[in-house]
């Protein structure tokens, strides 16, 4: 497919500066399926981004695009605030019956504001006005919004910078494995829980990510989270699993948190909720700590009938059983063997993540950026992350047929070799 563009100089002429993803891969997307995206000159690349992980189930998948057109096309509803309608009581049952019910979850579901951020806003408040404390516990390299209070729980200095403000009410803890000594995070964090003299004041909640996506993959172990979890519950204090991207089912299950041992109090989504990439913020919430009231935190565009319909079928398609996860555990396996050989090419370089959230940590963020420079070049869409850029990090979506999985890891690997061999950086 080719489209004519009489003036693609549109974008630097009057799109703000604040644009990002887009100078990273300089070209015009005028179609995607599945796993590839096409440019209005007929190229092809093949997707390892998917969105930022809002389209774990590909582009376009075509049971949820007929669920959609076929909505449209009956003059369903497509904006109702958060009245009641056909298409979200169909989404909560649904998500009840297979989601919630056969992991013995008694959460509601609190519709907010389209967006990750705006659910860690409402989470956030409803953690404050359950426990009457104001102070929020979040970790090093966590990243949960650039709205004003999910800014303030989210650790990178670049985007804090962008508030032009103090950001207050929360408190900065040391993540799974951050000290230098590996030693117990937990151990430190309990002791000024317990210490009236360390100026910790009361925590409303932990918030964090089981991964972290932007903060560079780190992944926290089943102990720590418990450690956590045990912590939270001491102190009185709610625990917050910010799920938004590693969650429907970016790390093997449908929730990351799944077979950790621990229960949330409150969990946000968004992202690949809806299934289709349309805008839906979801928070699950304990029943003893609904506590917010009518309208108390609103917003215009709360509730998404169109993200209702795909939502729905999605679920239905991919969570009725078992078998989607075990595809997923096999593609993971598939882009670890091929992550691992340009680990082999790196010195100290290493593998970071959990199931289809993972990367190659190659040290250097213009290493990481000249390999993914250089595939785009050649035909995949990848991106890094981390606190300096070090992460080369895999978000295919989820559904990548395994043949596409492969050509895609094999261009990322010949771009690093040629990058590797090019900066003759040898391998220890």
Not at 211 to 218: A, I, K, R, S
Not at 260 to 269: A, E
Not at 294 to 311: K, L, S
Request: glycine content about 10%; some cysteine.
């Amino acid at each position: 497919m080719s489209t004519n563009l009489s003036d693609i100089s549109i974008f630097p002429r009057r799109e703000s500066e604040a644009r990002s993803y887009c100078r990273g891969f300089d070209t015009v997307f005028v179609s995607a399926k599945g796993s590839e995206m096409t440019s209005h000159d007929g190229t092809r690349y093949i997707d390892f981004l998917a969105g930022c992980s809002s389209l774990n189930y590909g582009h376009n998948d075509p049971d949820l695009k007929a669920a959609l057109i076929d909505h449209i096309q009956a003059d369903g509803i497509a904006h109702g605030l958060d009245m009641h309608t056909d298409t979200k009581a169909a989404f909560i049952e649904t998500f009840e019956k297979q989601i919630l019910a056969p992991r013995d979850m008694p959460h509601k579901l609190m519709f907010t504001g389209p967006t990750g951020a705006n659910a860690v806003e409402a989470a956030m408040k409803i953690a404050r006005k359950s426990t009457g404390r104001t102070n929020i516990i979040a970790f090093t390299n966590g990243f949960h919004g650039v709205t004003q209070g999910a800014l303030a729980a989210t650790g990178n200095g670049y985007h804090r910078g962008g508030a032009g403000t103090s950001l207050n009410g929360v408190t900065r803890m040391p993540y799974d494995d951050y000290l230098a000594d590996n030693g117990d995070t937990t151990a430190y964090l309990e002791a000024m829980l317990e210490d009236q003299s360390s100026g910790l004041d009361a925590p409303a909640a932990f918030i964090l990510e089981t991964v972290q996506g932007e903060g560079g993959l780190n992944a926290a172990s089943p102990e720590w989270l418990n450690r956590i979890a045990d912590l939270a519950k001491k102190s009185g204090a709610l625990l917050i699993i910010d799920d938004v991207q590693a969650g429907c089912g970016r790390t093997g299950k449908f929730f990351s948190f799944e077979d950790m041992g621990i229960s949330p109090d409150i969990i946000t989504m968004a992202k690949s909720v809806s299934g289709f990439g349309l805008p839906m913020g979801l928070v699950l919430v304990k029943p003893e700590h609904d506590v917010m009231g009518p309208a108390e935190h609103n917003g215009t565009f709360r509730g998404n009938n169109h993200a209702f319909v795909t939502a729905r079928v999605a679920i239905e398609k991919f969570w009725a059983d078992d078998r989607f996860e075990q595809d997923i555990k096999r593609r993971a396996e598939l882009v670890t063997q091929g992550l691992q050989t340009i680990a082999d090419m790196v010195p100290n370089a290493y593998l970071k993540g959990r199931g289809m959230m993972i990367g190659v940590d190659v040290g250097c963020g213009e290493l990481a950026g000249d390999i993914c420079a250089l595939a785009f070049e050649r035909g995949l869409i990848v991106e890094t992350s981390g606190p300096r850029d070090e992460v080369v990090k895999i978000l295919a979506p989820l559904t990548t047929p395994d043949e596409t999985l492969s050509a895609g890891m094999d261009i990322l690997i010949g771009a690093a070799r040629h990058i590797v061999n090019t900066q003759k950086i040898a391998a220890e």
